[in-house]
Every structure is written in structure tokens, then in C-alpha cells.
């Protein structure tokens, strides 16, 4: 059977939607064997990959608020910090590291200082969560290994390339940005978000053409910082990708013949 890997993209509290995601991948039995995730796709990646299934990733994400993910922080590199985040992954897992996960996991950062991508593969999962959803200019950077790291969605937002790297054979991406239209900003948060994922969607616009198969939900009645909207932003992820997976169950299927095809001739030809 071909490994299957699943790649979550980064996109705010539009992150919700991947655990819809989850739902419908579970519905439809598709077991993940490896998982990659940038920005808040990496907040849920990790959780998924700890063992949380996508109904206990909901109850968690339905309690947030944006104050409980973030605080002041006034500084000359940021006006928040999300320390907080770090803190809800270590309530809900443990102090766990990355290498300890009972799914084979990674997480994209950047490089503040040289732009290179940073793909963490161990080490403490909380601090590679907020270095990944470091949003430049709103979050305060993560000092990591000598490294001042920022948000992974500069460098790859839906980690496609990288999952094939880790040794996933089909790979399931998740672009929450490809079919969201924007709206004037109300405020400075909104500015900031805007301006982050104008430049994260044209990247991913070709970064997402290798993947096998690929989940655009349609959010564009949500908002990127409301998190009162994250139960519709559930639903609409599930339902957008259980209306993909129904389009491409014959290409699923497809591929488990072409991978199993030898073995059903020798099957055969032992027993005509």
C-alpha cells in the first residue's frame, strides 16, 4: 500500500478548517502515515500527530480565543508573542518532542537571518509550533539552535515538497488560501494577515501543483482573525473535502491496483 502523507498549510484561524479535514479523511478510512504542517497547519499537524483525533483537535480549537493564543509584547521585533500557544500544546500532549510522535511529523520554519527553509524533525514540539505560526512583525521570533526562526508560510506554506522527502508516496495537500477572497481591512491585525497571505498565495500557487491530490475549501466568508467563526470553518473544511475525496475516489482506488497489481498476479497465477 502506498504511504500516504498529508500536508497542512498555514492560514490563521482559517486553520480550523483542517480539522474537517481530518473528519472526512477518518470517514473515508484514508489512514496518514506521515504528516506535515506550516503556521497553524503545524498546530494541528502536531496535535494529529500526538494521537488527538479531529473531535478532541475540535474541542480544543472551539475554546480559543485570539487573547488565549497570544499577549502583548512590545518589542523591536514584534507587537505580540504566542508563548501561549506553545503553552496549549504542552497541555494537551505533554512536553513531548517532535521525534516522539506516534505519526512521523515536520515542521516548516524560516530563517529570519538568511530566508532559508528550516524543516524541524525533533526537538521540543511547542517551541516548533510557535516558531512556525511566528507571523513577521506580529509575533516575537523563536530563538531555536542559534537560529532566530519565523513563520514557515515565507518559505513553504503547504509543505508538499517536503513531505515526499520524508517518505510519504501519495501526497494530500491542504490550501486554505487558494480560493479566498479578501476584503478591505477593518484594522491593523487585519492588515498585517492580509499582507502575510497575499505573498504566501502566490508561492503555494506552484508549490501545490505536486501534490497527488489537492483540497482547496472555498473561506471566503471567513475571517482570518475572528475566532468566533471556527465551528462554520470546521464544517465548510469537511464539507469541501469530503466532496473531493467523492470526486477522486476513483483515482484512490486507481492507485491501490497500480500498487498492488503484482501481488494480485501472483495471487492468481498460484491459484487459477
Known sequence: MKKIGLALGGGAVLGAAHIGVLKALKENNLEISFVTGTSIGAFVAALYAF??????????ASELKWMDIS???LSRYSLLSNDKFGAL???????????????????????AGSGEKVVLRKGSVAEAVMASTCIPGLFKPVQLDGRMLLDGGIVENVPIKTLRNIGADYVIGVDLNAKHAYEDP??????????????????????????DLLI????????????????????KGYED??????????????????????KLLEFFNKNP
Do not use: Y
Open 89 to 111: 500544546i504542552t497541555e494537551n500532549i505533554g512536553n513531548k518532542n517532535i521525534e516522539d510522535a506516534q505519526i512521523p511529523l515536520a515542521i516548516i520554519t524560516t530563517d
Open 51 to 60: 494521537g488527538k483525533s479531529w473531535d478532541e483537535i475540535r474541542d480544543i
Open 186 to 211: 477593518a484594522n491593523i491585525l487585519d492588515v498585517l494577515l492580509n499582507s502575510f497571505h497575499f505573498i504566501m498565495q502566490q508561492a503555494a500557487a506552484l508549490q501545490t501543483e505536486h501534490a
Open 216 to 235: 482547496k475549501p472555498n473561506l471566503s466568508a471567513f475571517g482570518r482573525a475572528d475566532t468566533s467563526q471556527i465551528e462554520g470553518l470546521i464544517q
Open 241 to 262: 473535502t469530503r466532496d473531493c475525496l467523492s470526486k477522486n475516489e476513483l483515482k484512490l482506488s486507481t492507485s491501490w491496483f497500480e500498487e498492488n497489481w503484482n
Open 71 to 73: 499577549s502583548i509584547s
